[in-house]
């Protein structure tokens, strides 16, 4: 069982590894397409083997092995992987979603000079995204954490030139490395506490309460914070939307479906851990339900099409974390799914109006794109039709599980909150909908290119498991595919029907309000019109998160700065660096007077010195 | 009848003389004479202090055969002295001491 498993569960991100340095050295080569025949081999290969490892993980419920990389005194630095179902979903979201991106990319990035580049740096992300959700230890995931952080970081500073896409990068990286930093802090307290990195092994002794709570507490809130930066939850969630600087595919792969998920994942990995205090599952269901709804305030107002996902993005993680809050694994990870398949149909989508508009993406010079682009506005309807929770598609299926996995783990209220966020959600999307294909602009709209066979194929093909997987998930527990039984260990629910047409009933109020708000004119002064103007002002400064922090960095920790700066002039410059010599050099004025460069008073010196020296010790021996 | 003080009053002669020289003298020769002064002042104390200890008399010629040694070692040693003088000299074209104050602070 062993060897073979070994074998499979290496293989992924092994293969996107050699990929990677492949395409490095490559990428350079005409034009960079060695690099991106690289790149896509080992990624469809990837997807080829993880059917294998399926059906090798079904017959043995899972698969794990190990080897020692190091060993210290009793300590062993292990180097490992584990396979469960919750993997196994995770590797088919990221293999799926990046074979199709990459192949959508080799469209869209055509004319691109750095090409090459592009797929060299997405074999990387891909292998290390693969390594972080095979790792059974901690450090190791830590390592792919970090990695996928750089990946992340290159590709959204992919158009380096452009000061704005390197600022993001570089806001993305500062601000997922505070979370890093209390990630590393809780990773090393569970270390100290049990004196292992493996994750199962740290379960097993939480759950048998060999971990002091303050411990369990401590280090689950510092992991908490970890995946909050990743996953871009309130209030680090300011990187998200200005990583949309790097291009759309790397958006839909990384900013939506993939990476962003790792914090989901690390909550979900460690929700054992997690469930023992309620503290923390209470801090989870707190910041995921407050990015839920924030993040769906924000995305209503936003003019920028891929903003507008990426605070979506931002909401549905937050709904995630919501579910994992309450217990409601299965439906985190469902939703997971359902999200990451229809969001990446989204970008993709919006890189094909973008393109289309030779670059634009700013919604309100869209507009009635439904003849013009035909194909992508159905599939665009699509990915929001599943996302905003509407039967029968797989989104709303998984909103319909967290509903009820939330209302067992916490109550009613909880539920109103999320109904509020579906309206929310169905609100956006249906304003994103109508104002790029539906509404007439003002502006003139001319399709510079129509997308090509690369930016169509994938497209669709990304639509079947959206409309597949709702189907599946609706033959909730008997075994038509089993999708629900079949990956899922923790907690199920069932299928409810109040719940179900209260969050259809929910998804369609927000569809209708949106048709009213772009439809009816209502007059300047009316008192509705007066109080959205007040709200909408709030919104568009994205509730004074980026205001806050930007007086936080100005006031704040540039004063502590300088004052910093100032004791390193002061005191180390001046007095400690150049004080020293300082010292020597009127020390040496006061001696050398005394170096006349004259033997005879050297000798002179010496000799006075010396019989000094003689008598005294001359007087001892007498004395004594 | 010589005594061991004779030797220690002809030695400390010697040495005051020595000392006198280093520290009075500006030609550099007569300084390093001064030295050798000194040196064979303590030669002078060594043959006092082994002829009149009461040894045996094979061991008592040992002090003398050791200040043969002094005396060859010293006479190498000057001949290197000289010769740094004499490169002294071609570098400042003086021996005078007192001219010769290039290390002074």
């Known amino acids: 069982m062993l060897g073979i498993a070994w074998s499979l569960s290496w293989v992924l991100p092994a293969l996107n590894l050699i990929a990677f340095l492949g395409a490095l050295a490559t990428y350079r080569i005409k034009k960079g397409i060695v690099a991106a025949g690289f790149s896509l081999v080992a990624i469809f290969a990837a997807f080829v083997v993880f059917w294998f490892l399926v059906s090798e993980v079904l017959e043995n419920g899972f698969l794990s092995d190990q080897m020692t990389w190091f060993q210290i005194a009793e300590t062993k630095i292990i180097f490992g992987f584990y396979v469960d179902r919750l993997t196994l979903l995770l590797l088919g979201l990221i293999t799926f979603v990046a074979l199709i991106v990459q192949v959508y990319s080799f469209g869209y990035m055509k004319k691109e000079p750095r090409f090459g580049w592009f797929f060299t740096v997405n074999a990387f992300f891909v292998a290390s995204m693969l390594a972080l959700v095979l790792a059974d230890n901690l450090l190791f995931l830590y390592f792919a954490w970090e990695l996928v952080g750089l990946g992340s970081y290159l590709l959204i500073g992919f158009w380096y030139e452009r000061r704005s896409a390197a600022e993001a990068a570089k806001k993305a990286f500062i601000t997922t490395r505070i979370g890093d930093v209390a990630l590393l802090i809780g990773i090393i307290v569970l270390f100290k506490s049990t004196g292992t990195f493996q994750i199962s092994t740290i379960i097993d002794y939480a759950q048998s309460g060999l971990i002091g709570s303050e411990t369990i507490l401590i280090a689950s809130i510092l992991i908490f914070l970890g995946a909050m930066g990743k996953s871009a939850q309130v209030p680090f969630h300011v990187w998200l939307p200005d990583a949309m600087e790097g291009p759309t595919p790397v958006s839909a792969l990384i900013h939506a479906a993939t990476m962003v998920v790792a914090g989901v994942y690390l909550v979900t990995r460690m929700l054992p851990l997690f469930e023992i205090s309620s503290t923390t599952m209470w801090v989870v269901t707190i910041v995921g339900m407050s990015s839920f709804l924030l993040a769906a305030c924000m995305a209503m107002v936003m003019h920028d099409i891929k903003r507008v996902l990426a605070y979506s993005t931002i909401s549905h993680l937050g709904l995630m974390m919501f579910a994992l809050g309450c217990g409601a694994a299965s439906a985190a990870v469902v939703h997971l799914l359902a999200h990451g398949v229809g969001k990446a149909i989204l970008f993709l989508c919006s890189g094909n109006v973008s393109h289309s508009l030779d670059g634009e993406t700013n919604l309100m010079k869209m507009g009635g794109l439904l003849k013009k682009l035909p194909l992508t506005a159905v599939l665009f309807l699509i990915g929001s039709i599943s996302l905003a929770g509407i039967f029968p598609l797989a989104g709303f299926f998984s909103k319909d599980e967290i509903i009820s996995g939330v209302l067992d783990g916490r109550g009613w209220f909880f539920v109103g909150v999320l109904l509020i966020g579906t309206v929310l959600s169905s609100l956006y999307l249906a304003r994103l909908w109508i104002l790029v294909f539906f509404k007439n602009s003002q502006y003139q709209t001319e399709v510079q290119h129509q997308p090509n066979v690369f930016m169509k194929i994938p497209l669709i093909v990304l639509a079947i498991p959206t409309v597949v997987f709702g189907i599946s998930l609706a033959q909730f527990n008997n075994s038509f595919f089993g999708l629900h039984a079949w990956f899922i260990e923790y907690s199920q629910h069932h299928f409810n029907f109040l719940i179900a047409i209260l969050s259809t009933l929910a998804a369609l109020l927000g569809v209708f309000i949106a048709w009213v708000m772009i439809f009816r004119k209502f007059s300047e002064n009316h008192l509705m019109m007066i109080t959205f103007k007040r709200i909408e002002h709030i919104l568009i400064r994205k509730f004074f998160f980026d205001d806050f922090y930007q007086f936080v960095i100005d006031k704040i920790i540039l004063i502590v700065a300088n004052m910093v700066a100032l004791l390193d002039r002061k005191l180390v410059n001046d007095i400690l660096v150049d004080g020293l010599p300082k010292l020597v050099y009127s020390i040496g004025r006061i001696v050398r007077v005394f170096q006349s460069g004259q033997i005879s008073h050297y000798a002179f010196a010496m000799i006075f010195f010396a019989s000094l020296i003689f008598a005294g010790w001359w007087l001892l021996v007498t004395n004594t | ?105």
């Not at chain 2, 009848?1 to 003389?17: C, K, P, R, T, Y």
């Not at chain 2, 000299?89 to 005078?96: F, K, M």
């Open chain 2, 1 to 105: 009848m010589i005594d061991l003080v004779h030797f220690q009053l002809a030695s400390a002669a010697l040495f005051s003389i020595g000392i006198y020289g280093v520290l009075a003298r500006r030609s550099s020769i007569l300084v390093l004479m001064s030295i050798e002064l000194m040196l064979n002042a303590v030669n002078v104390n060594l043959i006092g202090y082994s002829s009149f200890t009461d040894f045996g008399m094979d061991h008592r010629i040992l002090g003398q055969i050791f200040v043969i040694f002094i005396i060859t070692v010293a006479a190498a040693e000057f001949a290197l002295a000289v010769a740094i003088i004499l490169r002294l000299y071609r570098n400042l074209s003086t021996v005078n001491i007192d001219e010769i104050s290039s290390l002074k602070g």
